[in-house]
């Protein structure tokens, strides 16, 4: 291919040419290759129709381009349309060659033997890991080098979920319940009363955990995390539906059966009122010893109370446990410094969870079961 530039008479020689003639040498489809290759490089889009076009007219010697891709390549300087067309001539290709540097130390086959290792250990520190590919790999390597090649794995350190711990037969009864209620449509469980009880701490102390600082001031007192040995807290006890928020106690301390009784009498049942106006409706609470007392359950069968039968360590089934989770990130964010702040805050975060959102909860109970049947009853996500 040779570029002739046309010159405008009475300007300078290094003035940029208003027109590029490209005419062809090889072959028709060779030409048509190298079109595209500019046009891709140049930004020059053009549709499917348009390029089968140009492809039935055979381009031989002296054919020109099209206007509008002259256009494009007029707007390109001299220099760079000239190298495009040799690296063309060159490899076949108009992609720039990959720069020829120091090779990794870790090839292509220790990757995938390095991503298999750390998908076997999940929970494995980085120096053990480090320690693991000098023996392995019989190469020095350091923990920077390992950092780096996991990151080349598509992978990354990350903090892992809290869930609690569940045995073989723990697991083997979430699976049986799950599958003895996954027939239960949405309507049946928006007729369930969830019940929970969760503590509530100070945040004032914990304030710290990052800090921005230089590597000599370590030892600052102001960068320090400070923390409180034994918080002032607050145990609090909810219930919810989908068709809102029922009441809310808080009290200091532990709870018992007793206790647990006088809650149940004082704010279950006017609860259960307001939210199902007379309808008949199902009891929610986990296996806590207070819920599973015997005066408890005699009580809750003189009143003629369904409950519903828990498995237990499954606080991911019940939607009540995402309604703390969000209280305890907006106790997060707004930081209160007493106990008195304390219950005023978890009160007014309580009365603002609106309805959609314990909708949107209750609605997923379905999904949450298929999970733990298809994981055999292990945790789940939620």
Known sequence: MRATHSKKVGTGSNKRPEKLNVHIRNSWRTNLQLIRSIGNMIGYKKSLSEWQCLSEVKMGRGSPIPPMLRQKIVEQSSSTVHNIIQRFRKSGTISVRKGQGRKTIMDARDLRALRRHCITYRNATVMEITTWAQEYFQKTLSVNTIH????????KLYRSKKKPYLNMIQKRRRFLWAKAHLKWTVAKWKTVLWSDESKFEVLFGK???????????????????????????????????ACGMGSLHIWKGTINAERYIQVLEQHMLPSRRRLFQGRPCIFQHDNARPHTASITTSWLRRRRIRVLKWPACSPDLSPIENIWRIIKRKMRQRRPKTVEQLEACIRQEWDNIPIPKL??????VPRRLQTVIKRRGDATQW
């Open 207 to 241: 304030l710290g955990r990052h800090v921005i600082r230089t590597k000599e001031d370590k030892d600052n007192p102001s960068c320090y995390q400070r923390s409180v040995q034994k918080p002032a807290s607050l145990m609090v006890w909810g219930c919810m539906s």
């Open 359 to 364: 909708e949107q909860l209750v609605s997923s």
């Open 148 to 155: 780096r090649a996991i990151r080349r794995c598509r992978l």
